[in-house]
């Protein structure tokens, strides 16, 4: 592996320089060593930076770069262990650097920081960078020029900031994390506040406020707060400082449940969860003091409950289903143990060690309830982590099952969930348990035909003769809510599918065709009209990015394995109930904020064509990807699931974007996530490749008048595709199920395309123009496109127009032969060829006469 380290226990400079050089050097890791400063340590707290720590490495590296650091003896000692046969590299700012080893390539900069250097270069190579990223490297800088004001300060530096700042580098989070030495009256203002401190309580979590007042003002609050929350044991430190007429509100916390941005925003202040600020004028410290103890509890989320980190819906066995059966479940889900219920009750947990025992003794026949263990420990919705982290401890168990009020199962926590809440992963909402039930008759009635009203209500009478609760689930459903037009019935059915779908057919005298492995069903009226029935189902995955594995289940688990929120709704049909909307998982909520918001972590790794079907959903309703939801795309993009995906997966998932009525804006939104350079690993979409697209899309209309039928996706891919090397282009190629004729046109248009526009742009006759184009197919044809004009277009249109309706009517190379008593020969295609160019600039020739002409020519010849 290659990897870039710097000296021991990291400051910014040192870190950020790693960084910046891995932005320039992707396929290096960067390893540290040691503990982060303290400013460093609170800034990767707010956000996330990948890096692993030296005890993490277990290769042997191959490439050694070393920054803001030019001596072997800070670096780490795992990092060097690993590194002995390593080519090393140094890049350092620091004056008179002297390296006694001569395999070691030392690069020396007279610059105020190294990281200074990287920016640069990135700047050059126009590599982008997030604003949280710009802001790392920017602290960097301000913190070892000393804002600019030590000696050692280059234009270099200067020319980085300004690049950073248009980078969105934020100033207001540079000035709280850059470290400076206070001064006197700093110091002084310091030793006030840490005289002032009081410490209370609220919801259990310990609040330390500090106040005081000055004439003047002095500045570094933010550093000060900073250096006073070091000296104390408080989680969570507010400072209030009045300073002539204005008072300043400066808040830290370590504890993720106390939100400080929410508590300054009722002062109109700003910043970040854990670190925030605000300036008031003429209020009194005593008043700011009170309204921040009033409004503190408003700012605290209590710590995370069972139900918060439990998984559910909850795989349950029935206790006297097999212990094979139980063992099949294990291997398809992964799980390590299974919850067993018997009469709607829990009964017991069997573990996989159990089962497993169970199989290698040839007992897989007995049932499940013969081998678990009925010695039941569970755990309350509402019990704190801290509470079933005990409970798991104590009784040595790796699952717990989660009982609600009513003594019902509700979910299970492994140690894994417990892990991911104890180490305060990021907490993401995803799904609401409370079921959410709403009529939307009314809706219904003033929205659908009569005619499908009618169908809908007959499918849920048939329910109700079968015992059955059949629903309309998916798209119709929210497209229903939306006030968009959508006929496509999608219907669920808790119970046997296959068998209500026979039902449904024998009672409509409809067509079924069935496909019993995923047990669903096709029903086709004699009209053409279709729908299309399921069993309420769950999917598992065996292995990421491949096609589920089904099982029976509930309406609720069957709408919990589905993309997003927007997407996971019912409507019941059964008598009684018809028209009832079930809505577990907030969907509908997210439908009126215009939110894509998948339902569970895992969700973008089990299928990630998930990934592009989210960017579509958004561009066609003009929705946003959830925060939280888009973090957990890139991730799953970075960490490569989607190169899993077959090729003919991700083709589909492009080929419905391009049948949205704004397909290009969801392929901009593809290229902005870097998602598009995952499908086409050589695709770099630039304001050019915008542009052609615009152009071939803003033609398609016209090829279609042209040609029986157009590929559109190959028509797009002769701009993404373009200027491939070939040996990646028969990779892709490949993939994407694309015939070699694709690639042979393509790279034949590339080499003709300059002298075609040329012709075009000066209105070449249609002859000239068909000796290198001829008749050419609709992808070649979308392609010239993609070079044109508007008037370019037009008249390539009429080109095109012509060279497809222009024939000869008269004469055929057979003619020519006996009328003139010739030899068939190439002479004779010549003479078509020639007369048929003829035609294409004359339309009105007289064909005879001008094939006596031509024959006389190429006979004296």
């Known amino acids: 592996m290659n990897v870039v380290t710097t000296h021991k226990n990291p400051d910014f400079d040192g870190f950020a320089a790693a960084f910046a050089f891995k932005k320039l050097n992707p396929d290096f890791e960067i390893v540290v060593s040691g503990k982060f400063q303290k400013n460093l340590e609170e800034y990767l707290r707010l956000f996330e930076f990948k890096f692993l720590k030296e005890n993490e490495l277990i290769e042997n590296i191959e490439k050694l770069v070393i920054v803001d650091n030019s001596s072997l003896k800070r670096v780490g000692e795992r990092i060097l262990e690993f590194s002995k046969n390593a080519d090393v590299i140094v890049y350092d700012h620091h004056p008179d650097i002297k390296n006694s080893s001569k395999e070691i390539k030392t690069n020396s900069f007279k610059i105020g920081a190294i990281t200074s250097y990287f920016v640069n270069e990135i700047a050059k190579k126009n590599i982008s960078l997030t604003p949280e990223e710009a802001t790392l490297l920017a602290i960097a800088i301000y913190e070892d020029t000393g804002n600019f004001l030590y000696n050692t300060t280059t234009p270099l530096d200067l020319t980085a900031a300004k690049f950073l700042l248009e980078k969105g580098a934020n100033l207001d989070l540079i000035h709280e994390f850059t470290t400076l030495e206070l001064n006197a009256e700093q110091n002084s203002l310091l030793r006030t506040l840490q005289e002032n401190l009081e410490t209370f309580y609220v919801r259990d979590y310990e609040i330390a406020i500090s106040k005081t007042e000055i004439e003047k003002f002095i500045g570094g609050l933010n550093v000060i707060t900073s250096k006073l929350w070091d000296f104390i044991n408080a989680d969570t430190l507010i400072i209030v400082t009045r300073m002539g007429k204005k008072t300043y509100i400066v808040g830290r916390t370590r504890n993720p449940d106390v939100n400080i941005r929410k508590l300054v925003e009722f002062f109109n202040g700003s910043g970040h969860e854990r670190a925030a600020s605000a300036t008031l004028e003429n209020v009194s410290?005593?008043?700011?003091?009170?309204?921040?103890?009033?409004?503190?509890?408003?700012?605290?989320?209590?710590?995370?409950?069972?139900?918060?980190?439990?998984?559910?819906?909850?795989?349950?066995?029935?206790?006297?289903?097999?212990?094979?059966?139980?063992?099949?479940?294990?291997?398809?889900?992964?799980?390590?143990?299974?919850?067993?219920?018997?009469?709607?009750?829990?009964?017991?947990?069997?573990?996989?060690?159990?089962?497993?025992?169970?199989?290698?003794?040839?007992?897989?026949?007995?049932?499940?309830?013969?081998?678990?263990?009925?010695?039941?420990?569970?755990?309350?919705?509402?019990?704190?982590?801290?509470?079933?982290?005990?409970?798991?401890?104590?009784?040595d168990i790796g699952r717990i099952p989660v009982l609600d009020k009513n003594n019902i199962l509700i979910g299970i926590i492994t140690r894994s969930d417990l892990l991911r809440a104890t180490n305060s992963e990021r907490r993401i909402r995803f799904v609401s348990r409370k079921e959410d039930t709403e009529d939307v008759k009314k809706i219904m009635l003033e929205r659908l035909p009569r005619k499908l009203i009618n169908l809908l209500r007959l499918l849920g009478e048939y329910g109700e003769e079968l015992n059955m609760p059949v629903y309309v689930v998916g798209g119709f459903v929210r497209d229903l809510l939306l006030g968009i037009k959508n006929f496509d019935i999608d219907i669920v059915v808790e119970g046997d599918g296959l068998e209500y779908a026979k039902f449904v057919k024998e009672q409509l005298d409809a067509t079924m065709v069935s496909y019993e492995k995923f047990l669903t069903a096709s029903i086709f009226f004699k009209d053409g009209y279709r729908i299309d029935i399921a069993t309420a189902r769950t999917e598992y995955y065996e292995r990421p990015a491949d096609l589920p594995i089904v099982d029976i289940s509930t309406i609720k688990k069957d709408l919990y394995r589905r993309d997003f929120t927007i997407n996971a709704m019912a409507i019941k049909l059964n008598l009684g109930n018809f028209g009832i909307l079930y809505d577990f998982f907030g969907s509908r909520n997210d439908l009126r904020n215009g939110i894509i918001r998948v339902l569970h972590k895992l969700s973008f790794i089990e299928d990630?064509?998930?990934?592009?079907?989210?960017?579509?959903?958004?561009?066609?309703?003009?929705?946003?990807?959830?925060?939280?939801?888009?973090?957990?795309?890139?991730?799953?993009?970075?960490?490569?699931?989607?190169?899993?995906?077959?090729?003919?997966?991700?083709?589909?998932?492009?080929?419905?974007?391009?049948?949205?009525?704004?397909?290009?804006?969801?392929?901009?939104?593809?290229?902005?996530l870097k998602i598009l350079n995952h499908i086409f690993p050589k695709t770099y979409y630039t304001k050019i490749m915008e542009k052609k697209l615009e152009r071939m899309y803003n033609f398609l209309p016209y090829l279609e008048k042209i040609y029986e039928k157009i590929n559109k996706f190959y028509c797009i891919l002769r701009v993404l595709l373009e200027f491939y090397d070939e040996k990646t282009l028969i990779k892709v190629a490949s993939k994407y199920g694309i015939p070699k004729k694709f690639i042979d046109d393509l790279k034949t248009t590339e080499k003709r395309v300059s002298i075609i526009k040329d012709l075009v742009k000066k209105k070449a006759k249609f002859s000239e123009l068909y000796k290198f184009l001829g008749k050419p197919t609709s992808e070649t044809a979308a392609h010239m496109s993609a070079y044109l004009d508007f008037e370019e277009q037009k008249y390539f249109y009429d080109y095109l127009h012509r060279v497809f309706n222009v024939k000869l009517e008269k004469v055929s190379g057979k003619m020519v032969i006996e009328k003139y008593n010739l030899n068939a020969s190439p002479v004779i295609g010549r003479i078509m060829n020639e007369l048929f160019c003829k035609k294409l600039d004359y339309p009105e020739i007289d064909e005879i006469d001008e094939l006596e002409k031509l024959i006389r020519k190429h006979m004296e010849v």
């Open 285 to 395: 410290i005593d008043e700011v003091i009170y309204k921040l103890k009033e409004k503190l509890p408003e700012c605290i989320t209590p710590s995370l409950r069972a139900r918060d980190i439990m998984s559910y819906p909850v795989r349950t066995i029935l206790a006297n289903e097999t212990i094979k059966k139980a063992y099949e479940i294990m291997q398809i889900t992964g799980h390590g143990g299974l919850p067993v219920v018997e009469k709607n009750k829990l009964v017991g947990i069997v573990t996989r060690k159990a089962v497993d025992k169970a199989i290698n003794h040839n007992l897989g026949n007995r049932p499940v309830k013969s081998i678990m263990n009925s010695k039941l420990i569970t755990v309350n919705e509402d019990d704190s982590i801290q509470i079933v982290k005990e409970i798991m401890l104590e009784n």
């Open 608 to 672: 990630p064509t998930r990934i592009v079907r989210a960017v579509r959903f958004e561009q066609r309703f003009g929705f946003k990807i959830e925060e939280e939801t888009l973090y957990l795309l890139q991730k799953t993009l970075e960490e490569g699931y989607l190169e899993k995906v077959t090729g003919q997966r991700i083709r589909q998932e492009l080929e419905k974007i391009l049948e949205e009525k704004k397909p290009l804006k969801a392929i901009k939104r593809l290229a902005e």
